[in-house]
């Protein structure tokens, strides 16, 4: 399973989801940061919203719901199971 984490430089809340993601053990997946300044496509989309978690699927990228900054590592595994769809 992919995800992808789109996110900018000096953002707090990406770097505060990388890390919680990266900690996540009771879920398989690989994570792909991709950095929205690198590309003009993905500033224009993501310049406001970040971060933003998509999962990778054979048709296209899914958004995943926000997760609130303060939210456990434990919510966001629940939030990543109930979520995810399972290709």
């Given amino acids: 399973m992919n995800l992808i984490l789109y996110s900018k430089p000096g953002c707090h809340l990406c770097e505060g989801l990388q890390e919680k993601l990266e900690q996540v053990t009771n879920i398989d997946f690989d994570l792909e940061i991709r950095d929205i300044t690198t590309r003009d496509d993905w500033f224009a989309a993501y310049e406001y919203e970040v971060p933003v978690l998509c999962q990778q699927l ?4 899914k958004p995943l719901p926000r997760l609130p900054p303060r939210a456990t590592i434990k919510k966001l595994e629940q939030m990543l199971q109930k ?3 399972n290709i």
């Fill in 58 to 61: 054979s048709q296209g990228e």
């Fill in 83 to 85: 979520y995810l769809i």
